[in-house]
């Protein structure tokens, strides 16, 4: 399996190849524009927000849909 290395350049790509502005990039994630643009420029992006990003974009998991489901459990 292929090590997939969640930093700057690969958000960066990664948003353009999807072919979305920063704000939907980064929204979904908690994140403002101005943060993803910051991270995309080269600041750490912190290792919750890199598991997110993963989440959201590479696997495409709906955060919304899985809290929702999560609170109809409790």
């Known amino acids: 399996m292929k090590k997939i290395v969640i930093d ?3 958000c ?3 948003r353009k190849k ?3 502005n920063q704000s939907k990039f980064w929204q ?7 943060g993803g643009s910051r991270y995309e420029s080269g ?4 290792a919750p927000t890199r598991k997110l990003i993963y989440l959201v974009h590479v696997v495409g998991l709906d955060l919304n849909v899985a809290a929702q489901k ?3 459990k409790v």
């Open 8 to 10: 700057n350049a690969f």
């Open 12 to 14: 960066l790509n990664l």
């Open 18 to 20: 999807l072919k979305i």
């Open 28 to 34: 979904p994630l908690g994140v403002t524009q101005s």
């Open 43 to 46: 600041r750490t992006i912190p």
């Open 70 to 72: 999560q609170l109809a």
